[in-house]
């Protein structure tokens, strides 16, 4: 039997610290904070290269903690810093090209043809994040090395290192404080040691020092090509303020001993306590200005936020840190089996195959959570296709938000994880792609509403990338607006906040369903389709045996269409607006192409059953009516889901799911169709083939792997749709449940109308059930099979009534409140 979580045993009270520790400035030690934690990563030995190294960050700056004895490296990034600036990426000459390309695919089916007009249609590629910086540091201590020990406490949200150098014993701590919006670095020997301590960057940049500070002063690229772009110039910097902006970082340090500059760097002799503290800033204004930010003005900022941490102690620092991360990470707790510490993370991993953990699950779980609170709390960007988190001038990429499933993925968790707030950097981003999404619509198609397609970058690129030589399989895919607003949609059917919907998620689902009203065509059977049309980043065979792109009335765009329309209807007649044209929506949506079955009784890909020239393609698009959508479920539609499980097991049968997020997406996809047992072997899979030792999820797998974090954040979201779902008006209990995970608990899930669930279970059956309202409501609940019958569900404003059959329940909840349900 598992061990059960209890909320006060879980999470014992932090040490308190040290009374007699002063201000940061002075030579005492810093007391250590002790804690105990499941939710812990730890290794035997240094990252041996970037992607093995530990991340840190509140959000907008970013740490990779690689934790060497002798030398040590935290890898910077700050979540504004990106090359370019803001420039019209348009085509005009694409809405010439429009009608050309629905000529050639509805009348002359000729698809080759539409491919080369499609890139036609093509614009300049996006800007790229920028590594910051390096922070290193370097002991100068003889012996032999010891009692290594690196690990990252995920309920803490601090990195640390120790270890054993001879007689000399050695304790770093690493953190990123969101309250005090710095880098902490704390470093304590049992004896007096020397160490250097110094700054750079792979940009252009210079490094002075300033009495106890380094000082890092840079510029960005005005142009930082694609890594898959062949080129003779890929980085390119121009002198010209804003074109590529100003950034600089800062480094404050403290310590008991005695401090000299030396060759651009800080050297401590004789110290035992060190402090360092570091900030960053950059020349960013917003999207639609120029990053021309004087450096004065960048620096002054990044030593005025030095000088405001630099009044509190270590301690006050490390508790106010600690504080506010709890304050979310302990909003959802899972259990899943006593987590064997005695074992590194890495030693666990490599064993997972011959000896299956579903501990090591609750710790990915929680590793998926504390990766977004990491890289996308309020006020910041939204994570990107790695986080905040990148060391390569070309990132794999660009280290852009890629729109065709990567951004999408990397949100999944948000609501059900009981992150919903963090949600909001992605929001922010869709307001500012909504305004060149707009020009875009009317520049490139002639069309109302906004758009947007395959990339997007700080400058809310929004136009068709590629430079008329990207395949439009993926350049030109035109309906990330409505895949993006679905996260709207399901942000105010989670939290139920009628003002958000008004002011926020409803202009912006508007303006993108104006665009696809608009963007639909008649086809020669009378439906409404779309065209140009691409099943996303996948191609089919053409009638003369090659390979094409670009056809009519893909399933995707069908789907994403017939979502966005329904959820605009939806959102209309709860604000009580535009019923007219949430009729007409509804209108169109009726005459849209019909989903149709292949040859392989699969549900198809494109309106025309093709022949597949890559049936084990990585992207399940046409799946998007089971996950993350749901217009499909097995209670109201078996026969699409029946034909989605063919397509998808098609797709794993000639290897599929090959990269992390798309594993995870295959994850989803087996906890809706309630299918425990393989959406174990999937997640036994990902663990396996697509994680890094320290969880980062890996594409491709194998040496050499990339890190590409939306393979974290889906495989999360598995986790927890494994747990709890609650689409299509039904909250459903512990729905595709493995038996080898058959004993285990919950506590704060999110379910759909601001219900936070807890649960627990032993032998596979459900044995607790709490529900937390915010209101009175009635909610539909579907218990798992072999469920004993609930008799009373008791709360504290009253006993909720239960009508219905044992697994089949309609709850009345009489007001807000928390309700246990007692079983027989």
Not at 195 to 203: F, P, V, Y
Not at 205 to 212: C, F
Not at 490 to 498: E, L, R
Not at 761 to 773: D, H, I, P, T, Y
Request: net charge neutral; with cysteine.
């Amino acid at each position: 039997m598992g061990h059960r979580i209890s909320r006060r045993e879980f999470f014992p009270i932090a040490a308190a610290a040290s009374s007699a520790l002063t201000r940061i400035g002075s030579a005492q030690s810093h007391a250590p904070v002790v804690e105990e934690t499941p939710y812990q990563l730890w290794f035997r030995t240094p990252a041996a290269e970037w992607i093995d190294a530990l991340p840190i960050g509140n959000g907008r700056l970013g740490g990779m903690v690689f934790g060497g004895a002798l030398e040590d490296h935290i890898a910077l990034n700050e979540d504004t810093l990106w090359s370019g600036y803001p420039q019209d990426g348009n085509n005009p000459a694409a809405k010439s090209k429009l009608p050309l390309v629905r000529q050639a695919v509805l009348k002359n089916k000729d698809y080759h043809l539409a491919d080369t007009l499609c890139k036609e249609m093509q614009g300049p590629y996006s800007a790229a994040y920028q590594p910051l910086g390096g922070l290193h540091v370097t002991l100068h201590q003889e012996g032999e090395l010891a009692d290594y020990r690196r690990d990252l406490n995920l309920d803490t949200a601090i990195a640390k290192t120790t270890y054993r150098l001879g007689d000399v014993s050695v304790s770093k701590k690493a953190f990123v404080s969101f309250p005090d919006d710095v880098l902490v670095m704390l470093i304590e020997t049992t004896k007096p040691v020397t160490m250097e301590i110094r700054l750079d960057s792979k940009l252009r940049h210079e490094v002075s020092v300033a009495g106890h500070a380094l000082q890092l002063k840079g510029k960005a690229p005005v142009v930082s090509r694609p890594n898959y772009v062949k080129s003779q110039d890929p980085i390119q910097y121009s002198d010209t303020p804003g074109k590529g902006m100003f950034f600089a970082a800062g480094a404050s340090i403290h310590s008991d001993g005695v401090t000299n500059a030396k060759d651009g760097a800080l050297q401590i002799a004789n110290a035992k306590s060190v402090v360092i503290l570091l900030a960053a800033g950059t020349g960013f204004r917003g999207h639609g200005l120029l990053p021309d930010k004087p450096m004065a003005e960048i620096m002054g900022r990044v030593q005025q936020t030095l000088a405001n941490a630099s009044r509190k102690t270590a301690a006050q620092l490390e508790r106010v840190h600690i504080a506010a991360h709890r304050a979310v990470f302990r909003r959802t707790l899972l259990d899943l089996g006593k987590q064997d510490l005695t074992r590194s993370t890495a030693e666990r991993l490599s064993d997972f195959a011959a000896h299956p953990d579903p501990s090591l699950l609750a710790l990915y779980f929680q590793f998926g959570r504390y990766l977004l609170i990491s890289s996308s709390r309020p006020g910041t960007q939204p994570a990107n296709l790695q986080g905040i988190w990148n060391d390569d001038l070309r990132a794999p990429w660009s280290c852009n938000w890629t729109s065709n499933i990567n951004i999408q993925m990397n949100y999944w968790l948000a609501e059900t994880c009981n992150l919903s707030d963090f949600h909001a950097p992605f929001f922010d981003l869709l307001q500012s792609l909504s305004e060149t999404g707009a020009r875009t619509a009317k520049t490139n198609y002639g069309l109302p509403g906004w758009v947007s397609h395959h990339n997007i970058d700080i400058w809310s690129l929004s136009s068709p990338v590629g430079e008329g030589e990207g395949d439009p399989s993926w350049a030109n895919f035109a309906m990330s607006a409505p895949w993006l607003c679905a996260h709207l949609w399901d942000h105010y059917c989670f939290t139920q906040d009628q003002n958000f919907l008004r002011t926020r998620a409803y202009p912006l689902m508007k303006g993108a369903a104006q665009f696809c009203s608009s963007w639909l065509i008649p086809d020669d059977q009378g439906n409404l389709t779309t065209c140009p049309s691409v099943s996303t980043e996948n191609q089919f065979t053409a009638p003369d045996g090659k390979r094409a792109s670009v056809s009519a009335g893909c399933t995707m765009d069908i789907a994403l269409i017939r979502e966005i329309f329904s959820n605009c209807a939806e959102a209309a007649k709860v604000l009580n607006v535009d019923h007219d044209w949430a009729n007409q929506l509804q209108q169109q949506s009726a005459k849209l192409v019909p989903y149709a079955v292949g040859q392989y009784g699969q549900l198809q890909e494109w309106s025309v059953d093709f022949p597949e020239p890559e049936p084990g393609q990585r992207h399940m698009s046409h799946l998007y009516p089971i996950y993350p959508g749901s217009e499909f479920d097995s209670e109201r539609t078996p026969q699409w889901m029946a034909a989605g499980r063919v397509s998808l097991e098609r797709r794993l049968s000639h290897g599929g799911a090959y990269t992390g997020w798309s594993r995870a997406w295959a994850s989803n996809l087996w906890a809706r169709m309630g299918d425990g047992d393989q959406l174990w072997n999937s997640l036994q899979m990902h663990l396996m083939h697509s994680s890094a030792a320290n969880f980062l999820d890996t594409h491709p797998a194998g040496k050499g792997s990339i890190f590409q974090i939306d393979g974290n954040f889906g495989t999360t979201s598995a986790i927890a749709e494994m747990l709890l779902q609650s689409h299509n008006g039904t909250i459903r209990i512990l729905p595709a449940l493995p038996k080898a995970i058959h004993t285990g608990s919950v506590a704060g899930l999110k379910a759909r109308g601001d219900v936070t669930v807890d649960i627990a279970w032993e032998q596979g059956r459900l044995s607790k059930l709490a529900f937390s309202v915010k209101r009175a409501m009635t909610a539909r609940v579907l218990l798992p099979e072999g469920t004993k019958r609930p008799i009373a569900f008791n709360g504290t404003s009253g006993k909720a009534v239960v009508a219905g059959d044992k697994r089949d329940l309609s709850i009345n909840f009489p007001a807000a409140g928390r309700y246990r349900v007692s079983l027989i």
